[in-house]
């Protein structure tokens, strides 16, 4: 599904798309940078088993040293470059990027890779909110309608469970 602007679910042709009833476990979206167009197209894919997403690389985290990058950029950048010509302009945008980029890098501990988000249905979310209020309901009153629905939400629980497993290994 192609949209052009990502407030927007009006595509060029004029056909609507929407994602709406969809849970977000289940699409995928991402912006089109072609630079051939005045809009930023939203490419949504939708699945029929829970996406796994990675988190978007950072060149900085909470252990980034600010002081060396500091230094490291003062150092690097030079102020007097001339500006006249679009190449200029383009040749000193590229090495500032590269300077800052490499300055983030240097001044940033490595980390561990980062975990993949894991996507959880909002059938299983409801099922997982729904058990503690019936054990709780159940230890309280000890009647065997509440053991009743304590067990069928950790049935219904565990069923969804490895629903969503055997899809995910069958994929």
């Known amino acids: 599904m192609h949209a052009t602007c990502p407030h927007s679910n009006l595509n060029h042709a004029g056909i609507i798309h929407s994602t709406n009833g969809i849970s977000t476990t289940y699409t995928n ?8 167009s005045n809009h930023t197209p939203i490419i949504t894919t939708i699945s029929i088993s829970v996406t796994v997403r990675q988190p978007p690389p950072r060149l900085h985290n909470s252990q980034t040293k600010c002081e060396t990058f500091r230094k490291l950029v003062n150092n690097k950048v030079k102020l007097a470059v001339k500006l006249k010509e679009r190449e ?7 090495i500032f990027i590269g300077v800052m980029q490499h300055a983030a890098k240097e001044a940033t501990p490595a980390r561990n ?17 729904l058990k503690p209020n019936a ?8 009647t065997p309608h509440s053991l009743r629905l304590f067990n069928q939400a950790s049935n219904k629980l565990k069923a969804a469970l490895r629903e969503m497993r055997k899809a995910s290994f069958t994929n």
Request: aromatic share 8%.
């Open 29 to 36: 979206k991402q912006a089109s940078y072609d630079l051939t």
């Open 135 to 142: 054990r709780s309901t159940w230890q309280r009153t000890h």
């Open 88 to 94: 200029d302009v383009k040749l000193a945008t590229d």
């Open 113 to 129: 890779s980062q975990r993949p988000t894991n996507n959880i249905p909002s059938e299983i979310k409801r099922f997982v909110a």
